[in-house]
């Protein structure tokens, strides 16, 4: 699975974005999909996840409650609506597709090791 994201950028605290993550290729393949996020000098950080057939989401703590993730349907593309938005959050943000069902899939979703495909990153800054 090929994955294209886009719609970073640089916003003010407190303001919107929009990621999208097309995806292509044997797309059909996919379980599910999440986001991931790596500031400067640190380690790469699970964001949210969302198994394409259920819609059923997993969500970080730092950003519950001000992001969500969805699809449009048929999948072809994960969005990620991120409001509120807080320096912190300022990062490279990836998206990734994952083959493999998981029984414990709150906690596999969150580990970046079960991804089997990534896309690019988008640069996502955000000043206060």
């Known amino acids: 699975v090929q994955l294209q994201a886009s719609g970073g950028g640089s916003v003010q605290a407190g303001e919107s974005l929009r990621l999208s993550c097309e995806a292509s290729?044997?797309?059909?393949?996919?379980?599910?999909m999440g986001w991931f996020r790596q500031a400067p000098g640190k380690e790469r950080e699970f964001v949210a996840a969302?198994?394409?057939?259920?819609?059923?989401?997993n969500y970080a703590d730092s950003v519950a409650g001000r992001f969500t993730i969805s699809t449009d349907n048929p999948v072809t593309t994960v969005y990620l609506q991120m409001d509120a938005l807080k320096p912190e959050d300022t990062a490279v943000y990836y998206c990734a597709a994952c083959r493999r069902r998981y029984a414990s899939w709150g906690y596999y979703s969150t580990r970046s090791h079960v991804y089997d495909d990534w896309g690019q990153g988008t640069q996502v800054t955000v000043s206060s």
């Open positions: 969302i198994i394409l057939t259920e819609g059923r989401t």
């Open positions: 290729g044997r797309a059909s393949t996919t379980y599910h």
